[in-house]
């Protein structure tokens, strides 16, 4: 009788368990500031893949478990978007900053990214039907990206690449929710399971100078993923207009 009635108090506490390892993403973040603020941009960007695996498996354990009928006074979607904040844009867009890898004046191009993210993260439509609603913020992935190819063809590159998807963020194109997509999720987790390793194997072994053969690999699942997204959305649209 008493494990009977101790089994609510028990899937109560998994539920708050789930909710500190959702939170635990600020410190890991923390974890990456301190590194991109010492010039280790490998450790900082290891610190934001774990921010990756955090965010990727703490809402399957979420709906696995019901937090939100087990604790109902956290709002779990709020926490996710604020450690996501932090973790996919502030510290990667602190990272390009501290890098040098913006031109003058570096302190106002961090102002588009930094904004227009927050406003798109802010947008009560910003997750709809397993799709983003502008580009996702992956500013993590893009730091990465900097640092390992696009920092040598020079800063002003680089910023038209912020700028670039900093107005995507606020403008209504959609990409692809990878886990949340009704059609094909099993081969975007895939895809981005099998991704992984090789980011892995570049931060590990070869930053910030993989050899091309490698770099182009990392490219394909990135690429897939823009392509496929453009794809969906349009024939959604176009389903939608009929």
């Known amino acids: 009788m008493d494990e009977h009635h101790d089994e609510p108090a028990r899937r109560r506490i998994a539920g708050w368990l789930v909710h500190v390892y959702t939170a635990a993403g600020a410190w890991v973040g923390l ?3 301190i590194h991109i603020l010492s010039g280790d941009n490998r450790s900082a960007l290891l610190w934001l893949t774990l921010a990756v695996l955090i965010d990727a498996s703490d809402g399957w354990l979420a709906r696995r478990l019901q937090v939100k009928a087990l604790v109902p006074s956290i709002d779990g979607a709020r926490l996710d978007d604020i450690v996501d904040y932090v973790t996919f844009t502030f510290l990667p867009i602190l990272m390009i900053y501290r890098s040098g890898w913006l031109p003058y004046p570096a302190e106002l191009w961090t102002f588009f990214p930094l904004v227009t993210s927050l406003l798109a993260f802010a947008n009560v439509r910003a997750k709809e039907g397993g799709f983003f609603r502008g580009f996702p913020s992956y500013w993590n992935i893009v730091a990465f990206y900097i640092a390992i190819w696009l920092h040598a063809y020079g800063p002003w590159v680089v910023l038209g690449v912020v700028l670039a998807l900093s107005c995507m ?3 209504p194109v959609r990409f692809v929710y990878p886990t949340r997509t009704p059609r094909m999720a099993f081969w975007f987790v895939l895809g981005g399971l099998l991704w992984l390793p090789i980011i892995a ?3 590990g072994v070869f930053f910030p100078d993989p050899p091309n053969w490698l770099l182009m690999l ?8 823009v392509v496929l997204s453009i794809y969906m959305d349009v024939a959604d649209r176009r389903q939608r207009s009929r």
């Open 218 to 225: 990392s490219l394909v699942y990135p690429g897939f993923y």
């Open 31 to 33: 974890m990456a500031a």
């Open 169 to 171: 963020s606020i403008l």
């Open 201 to 203: 194997l570049i931060l």
